[in-house]
């Protein structure tokens, strides 16, 4: 059974920084694109960011470039969202998700249905 255990949400103020964590354990990380999708209450699941197997390729929705950085450390099974200059609008619950696909530049990684595990989302709240 694939695991996926999202950690390091909480209250920040606008223009803050965090930084979300997600492990991974019930198979081979390393053979897996991984991705971070967020969402508000009453949206729909909006995806930001994805990272391919190797940590060479990434993604990300237009709204954070230049703020948030994905990055993975497979010998830890591990990967990482360093959120910075916060915005109230980057509240949500932030997803996990795990793809056995290899990553493309074809926007198929926009999609939730590309992911085939998710974890139980942490949350962040971004006060202003």
């Known amino acids: 059974q694939v695991q996926l255990v999202e950690s390091g949400g909480g209250l920040v103020q606008a223009g803050g920084s965090l930084r979300l964590s997600c492990a991974a354990s019930?198979?081979?990380?390393?053979?897996?694109?991984m991705g971070w999708f967020r969402q508000a209450p009453g949206k729909e699941r909006e995806f930001v960011a994805t990272i391919s197997r190797t940590g060479s390729i990434t993604y990300y929705v237009d709204s954070v470039k230049g703020r948030f950085t994905i990055s993975r450390d497979n010998a830890k099974n591990t990967v990482y969202l360093q959120m910075s200059t916060l915005k109230p609008e980057d509240t949500g619950v932030y997803y996990c998700?795990?793809?056995?696909?290899?990553?493309?530049?074809?926007?198929?990684?926009?999609?939730?249905?590309?992911?085939?595990?998710w974890g139980q989302g942490t949350q962040v709240t971004v006060s202003s």
């Open positions: 019930g198979r081979t990380f390393s053979n897996d694109a």
């Open positions: 998700g795990r793809s056995t696909r290899p990553l493309s530049p074809y926007s198929a990684y926009k999609s939730p249905g590309w992911y085939d595990d």
